[in-house]
């Protein structure tokens, strides 16, 4: 049972060093940042907060973000890597959790993955996005393209799976790739890496925020996990939902959640 987000408790509001998201259908909206998610984000970092989007957006993506964006780095590719704005040196920094002769060979192998699917699965096609992506497979599935039945993304997976690929499903693609990293054990990494903390520690001191079935390592690990109300569109693939729920959907869910916490922070 999830909880309405503005039942969310003051003290803990105030105890939280940081908020995590994902970004598609969570901090955006039909495709789209708008005004009040982002000014949100400003919000929270203003307010002493560390953000920190985990995404399963590309290496491209990810440059771009840590160099405008108001966050303290970015999680992508699912945990293949992380980016931050170094600002003594005023330049992107870049960790990767596997070196470069190992994600050229993984590339190789998925383009027989990629080849695969595209003949067994009409409809499907290659993200947008792939061109700037340095260690995944993202195939879209509603993104770009007229939305799939689930079924057909159930065979996308088992293409995946058939090649001892690890695969996530989010709003928009299935993103599969070699390797058993995930978004969660990154953001341990780049907490401990960043901050000197062990995530394990001080798990109930920060926020994650997401909206779908590849959230859920992350909504089962957090105590104050919380999902924007797209969520429930796919709460009968999920085991793990968040604890909490926002009454709103995407950017404007995300928007709602910031405006709580920051309000529970603001009580004497």
């Keep these: 049972m999830?909880?309405?987000?503005?039942?969310?408790?003051?003290?803990?509001?105030?105890?939280?060093?940081?908020?995590?998201?994902?970004?598609?259908?969570?901090?955006?909206?039909?495709?789209?940042?708008?005004?009040?998610?982002?000014?949100?984000?400003?919000?929270?970092?203003?307010?002493?907060?560390?953000?920190?989007?985990?995404?399963?957006?590309?290496?491209?993506?990810?440059?771009?973000?840590?160099?405008?964006?108001?966050?303290?780095?970015?999680?992508?590719?699912?945990?293949?890597?992380?980016?931050?704005?170094?600002?003594?040196?005023?330049?992107?920094?870049?960790?990767?959790?596997?070196?470069?002769?190992?994600?050229?060979?993984?590339?190789?192998?998925?383009?027989?993955?990629?080849?695969?699917?595209?003949?067994?699965?009409?409809?499907?096609a290659v993200a947008g996005d792939q061109p700037y992506r340095e260690a995944d497979l993202a195939i879209d599935f509603c993104e770009d393209v007229p939305r799939l039945a689930w079924e057909d993304v159930g065979r996308i997976c088992d293409i995946f799976r058939s090649h001892g690929a690890t695969y996530k499903v989010s709003s928009i693609h299935v993103n599969g790739w070699f390797g058993d990293y995930d978004k969660l054990g990154m953001t341990k990494r780049f907490v401990l890496e960043r901050w000197g903390l062990e995530l394990d520690d001080c798990r109930e001191q920060f926020i994650f925020c997401g909206d779908s079935p590849n959230d859920e390592p992350m909504f089962a690990y957090f105590p104050y996990a919380v999902g924007v109300r797209n969520l429930l569109d796919f709460a009968g693939q999920i085991e793990h939902l968040p604890a909490y729920i926002a009454s709103h959907e995407g950017g404007m869910g995300f928007a709602e959640i910031a405006g709580t916490i920051l309000r529970g922070r603001a009580e004497p």
Aim: charged share 25%; hydrophobic share 45%.
């Design 2 to 124: 999830m909880t309405p987000i503005p039942s969310f408790p003051p003290e803990a509001a105030k105890s939280l060093l940081g908020v995590f998201f994902d970004i598609d259908d969570t901090f955006t909206m039909h495709g789209r940042i708008h005004a009040e998610p982002f000014q949100a984000l400003w919000s929270l970092r203003d307010a002493g907060l560390r953000v920190v989007p985990i995404t399963g957006r590309p290496a491209g993506w990810c440059d771009h973000i840590a160099r405008m964006w108001p966050v303290h780095g970015i999680v992508g590719e699912n945990g293949a890597l992380y980016f931050w704005y170094d600002e003594l040196e005023k330049k992107v920094r870049r960790r990767f959790i596997d070196p470069d002769p190992v994600r050229q060979e993984n590339r190789r192998r998925l383009a027989a993955v990629r080849d695969e699917i595209l003949l067994a699965v009409p409809g499907a």
